[in-house]
């Protein structure tokens, strides 16, 4: 990278990287090495959270774009524009479940097989920036800045449309 690396995620013998301008790089170990094998060029925003769901890379930005990068084909499959402020975390289940979580205080959840958003919740006044899925459920956690506690959110509790 050219800028100061901001996440790093890994997923079957390929390390994704991503930086204050916005790059996002795919990297494959083999041997003693990583050898650089994709780069997703950036439009200057950071690129601060990554995650990986089958041969898609997804990252949010501090714009609140979500962009969603097909990593074998080095294309770009998907934009969203999912966030008023800086995306600070993204998940993703094994079924396709995408969470974001942002400073502008809303948790959003998408369908990505579907391509659609499905359910938010605010948490006023708090500038969220730490959301997981917890595992075999798909039961989430999300935390904000100078917050002590964790908020753990039942998947039952959460209906899709």
Request: net charge negative; glycine share 8%; aromatic share 10%.
């Amino acid at each position: 990278h050219s800028n100061p690396i901001c996440d790093i995620r890994q997923s079957n013998k390929k390390l994704f990287t991503s930086d204050d301008n916005g790059c996002i790089l795919v990297w494959r170990h083999q041997g003693d090495t990583w050898d650089l094998t994709k780069t997703f060029e950036g439009a200057g925003s950071p690129c601060s959270t990554l995650c990986v769901y089958e041969d898609y890379v997804i990252g949010g930005f501090g714009s609140g774009h979500i962009r969603i990068f097909d990593h074998v084909e080095g294309l770009l499959a998907g934009e969203i524009t999912a966030h008023a402020r800086w995306i600070n975390a993204i998940d993703v289940t094994a079924s396709g479940i995408m969470i974001s979580v942002s400073e502008d205080s809303l948790l959003h959840l998408w369908d990505l097989n579907k391509m659609t958003h499905y359910h938010s919740i605010c948490i006023p006044n708090v500038q969220l920036c730490g959301v997981n899925f917890i595992p075999a459920t798909e039961d989430f956690a999300v935390t904000g800045y100078d917050m002590r506690d964790i908020l753990v959110f039942r998947k039952k509790t959460v209906n899709r449309q």
